[in-house]
């Protein structure tokens, strides 16, 4: 049965019935109707997790709705329900349907996306908590013939009140045995509990004393806070230039929506790489354990099973939490925050393949609350929207404290030596990927005994290993790319697939062994660096040496507290960042993504540029930037260097109007999948045939293109790029024939709404 079977229909939880309709947990829609026995008419209701009987065999699936009269006679019966916690709501249904329903996804897959099956089936923990027995005194004590030590550690449990075994060892030095031994004197008790996992548990908790608003901020706080105590919807664009103290003015409002007895939702773009700010969160609002909750797809199945339970009873009031946080289950929601909201982490990059910031949006509207978007550099969507009056916009214009913006310099590197191919092994004395301007600065600022951040937007040593004499060049074996040189592990890396091989000895071409390494990323700029400043402290930061569980947190506190002098990677250190001390950020390289095959390409430099610039200058010195390009006169260049957001903002929407791209319309990307070339470019032309007929009046195509990287993990890709006003017809239409298109098991079709990455 097709989806179109319960779109619009009303989801209510308060309906009970006999029959049930239940959308079963597989890949494709599918609805059957089963009759709910006697035993447990009490416990169903829609939106709750059930197990089926399917031909010889059981299957899953959740309630939907209960039909007056079934399709069917001779309903078989459904056979048990899950625990009510994982009951979906009827607000959840709601969304995930408009989920479904927009992004051209199966409804089943978007509910195993709210909540994954591990997540569902994990168990709740227990383990043994210490309690001292009531009715002792220290007196009485005595008088048992304790050991100095027992008595001790009865003392201090006294002292703690009931605790976890593992972690009371651990805190006071003592074993389990001596905890036994007080258990046989009667003294404390041993006893097995739940125990709920807070991801978030050991972090500090304590408000300190809050700062004075500045007026932008006092303003958009007022505004943000009238709204949630008014309910309704109101969607706000929070503009505020970096350094400018947007995070307070998250924090506020989420304060105001607890005082109002509701809760509130933060979404961030990459958990792992905010620290900060769940800081931040947690020790404004975390008083008690379990009050602000932490979700995002890198806690474990245990983990997210308790948040889940602690978000749905109310224990947690605040979620902080990524992309698919936004589907957190809290009751009473008054608020919810998306942080830099122009990030592209929030486009999640398989089925469903919806954008975080957009369902938030709807979801603010289905619940009638205010949601606030913030940026220091707004997406042009969210930015139109401002303009035509959708979102109300709120803006922070000034910095802090007013300090200054920094000085942005341009480096021209077009006049300058061709740089020598430097040889893998040979040193390269005149270091030709620092300018001379910007090993001046540094020079400066290190005898200051400032700090620095260097910018460099690609990881590894060196993009390209090409051989020497026959000019070959290596290339990933499942994708269409070249591989990266990364000399931390002396081997060559695919940036897209994953695949890694070790240095190679010889060139695959041709009898030759020496290659040139062309082109750079953060490990060479290390070296770099380190050549020219030997005495500096130089810490390397991105996704390759930050792989470890803390290593980010860590490297972090190390940076604020100065024990390094230079901090070098790729845009990890341009999100979020507040080190006062810094003043001086170099902008090694930016020109790669000015023309990538995308129309967001400017767009996307000009936010980069934005917020690397805006970690300078944060304290009391103000900042420089120095940015290294050979397309000095490219706007995204220009109108950073005069932090001027609505001049580019305005150009680009030009450029974009006149082009017909987003936000003057919607996109659909259709991208053809297959091993085979040749069967993959003709199913592509032959469906694309079909595709053009049935959207015919409704959006608007180009031709069927390879994809810009052909082949990506040993597929072959072609697309198809369609433009739309009308996305919820056009999705429909299309999710209509995808459920009927006949199966071709070589090539896979995909249907991104909406679509951020083009390659
Ligand atoms: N009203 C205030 N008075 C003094 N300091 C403040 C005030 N508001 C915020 N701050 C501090 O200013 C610093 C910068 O704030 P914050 O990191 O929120 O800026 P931001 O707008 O998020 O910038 P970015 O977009 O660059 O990340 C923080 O250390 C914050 O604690
Ligand atoms: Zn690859």
């Not at 049930?20 to 597989?26: D, I, K, P, Y």
């Not at 109108?639 to 001027?644: E, G, K, L, S, T």
């Not at 079709?749 to 951020?756: H, I, N, R, S, T």
Request: positive net charge.
């Amino acid at each position: 049965m097709a989806s179109q079977l319960f779109e619009g229909q009303e989801f209510r939880s308060d309906q009970r019935g006999s029959v049930a309709r239940v959308l079963l947990e597989r890949k494709r829609d599918c609805l059957l109707d089963y009759a709910v026995p006697e035993r447990l008419v009490k416990q169903i209701e829609v939106g709750a997790h059930v197990r089926v009987p399917l031909r010889r065999a059981e299957t899953t699936g959740w309630v939907i709705s209960f039909p007056a009269r079934p399709a069917v006679e001779g309903l078989r019966e459904l056979s048990a329900i899950s625990s009510e916690p994982f009951h979906l709501s009827a607000t959840l249904l709601h969304l995930a349907e408009w989920v479904a329903g927009y992004y051209c996804a199966p409804l089943a897959a978007t509910l195993a996306c709210i909540l994954p099956a591990p997540v569902r089936r994990a168990r709740t923990q227990e383990q043994l908590l210490v309690a001292c027995l009531p009715g002792w005194e220290e007196a009485a004590v005595d008088r048992l013939g304790c050991s100095p030590r027992e008595k001790r550690a009865w003392a201090r449990l006294r002292e703690l009140g009931p605790s976890w075994l593992t972690e009371l060892c651990a805190s006071t030095g003592t074993g389990p045995q001596i905890w036994k031994k007080l258990v046989e004197r009667g003294l404390v008790e041993l006893r097995k509990a739940q125990r709920a996992r807070h991801p978030l548990g050991s972090l500090p908790p304590g408000p300190g004393e809050l700062p004075v608003l500045t007026e932008d901020q006092a303003g958009a706080f007022e505004a943000v806070r009238t709204a949630i105590r008014q309910n309704g919807f109101s969607p706000f664009l929070l503009f505020g230039v970096t350094g400018s103290g947007k995070t307070e003015v998250y924090l506020r409002s989420v304060g105001e929506a607890l005082s109002q007895g509701r809760s509130a939702l933060v979404l961030v773009p990459e958990i792992a790489l905010t620290p900060q700010l769940v800081e931040q969160v947690q020790s404004r609002f975390g008083d008690r354990p379990g009050k602000v909750a932490l979700w995002h797809s890198r806690l474990s199945a245990g983990e997210r099973h308790d948040q889940w339970r602690d978000i749905v009873c109310g224990r947690a009031r605040v979620v902080v939490g990524a992309r698919s946080a936004v589907f957190a289950p809290l009751r009473g929601l008054g608020l919810i925050v998306v942080d830099e909201e122009h990030e592209s982490a929030y486009k999640q990059g398989e089925t469903p393949r919806y954008h975080a910031r957009d369902v938030a949006v709807m979801r603010a509207r289905r619940e009638g609350i205010p949601v606030l978007l913030g940026s220091a550099c707004p997406s042009l969507e969210s930015y139109a929207n401002a303009l035509a009056g959708k979102y109300r916009l709120l803006e922070l214009r000034v910095r802090v404290e007013d300090r200054p913006l920094p000085l942005v310099r341009i480096v021209d590197l077009r006049r300058r030596a061709k740089k020598s191919r430097a040889v893998v092994g040979a040193s390269s004395p005149e270091r030709p990927w620092l300018s001379p301007e910007l090993q001046e600065e540094l020079a400066k600022r290190l005898a200051l005994r400032e700090q620095a951040i260097l910018y460099v937007n690609r990881r590894g040593y060196a993009r390209v290993l090409q051989c020497s004499d026959c000019g070959a060049v290596k290339e990933c074996p499942h994708c269409s790319v070249a591989l990266t040189y990364h000399r931390a592990g002396e081997n060559l890396r695919c940036h897209f697939c994953g695949h890694s091989e070790p240095f190679p000895t010889a060139c695959s071409a041709c009898p030759g062994g020496r290659f040139d390494a062309l082109g750079t990323g953060t490990e060479r700029i290390v070296e770099s660096v380190e050549a020219a400043f030997p005495s500096a402290k130089v810490l390397r930061m991105d996704s390759d040496s930050m792989a470890k569980k803390g290593a980010l947190p860590d490297a972090l506190r190390a940076f604020a507290e100065r024990r390094f002098d230079i901090l070098v990677g790729t845009q990890m250190v341009a999100k979020g960042l507040h080190f006062p001390r810094v003043t001086l950020v170099g902008v090694v390289q930016i020109d790669g993504l000015l023309h990538m095959p995308d129309f967001r390409s400017a767009e996307r430099a000009f936010q980069q540029l934005l917020q690397v610039a805006g970690r300078s200058g944060r304290g009391e010195t103000r900042g420089v930037v120095y940015v290294q390009t050979r397309c000095p006169v490219h706007p995204a260049i220009q109108f950073a260097r005069h932090h001027d957001y609505r001049g580019f903002a305005e150009q680009d929407l030009d450029f974009r109007t006149s082009f017909g791209y987003p936000p003057a319309t919607r996109l659909l990307l259709l991208i053809w999948k297959s091993r085979s070339d040749e069967l993959c470019r003709r199913a592509a032309e032959s469906e694309a045939g079909e595709i053009r007929r049935r959207l015919d009046g409704l959006a608007e195509g180009g031709e069927i293109l390879p994809a810009p990287i052909l082949r990506l993990q040993g597929a072959f890709r072609y697309q198809l790029l369609l433009k739309t006003n009308r996305m919820v017809e056009a999705s429909r239409v299309l999710k209509r024939w995808t459920e009927t298109r006949t199966r071709r098991t070589e090539v896979d079709l995909v249907v991104d709404v909406d679509p951020v990455e083009f390659l």
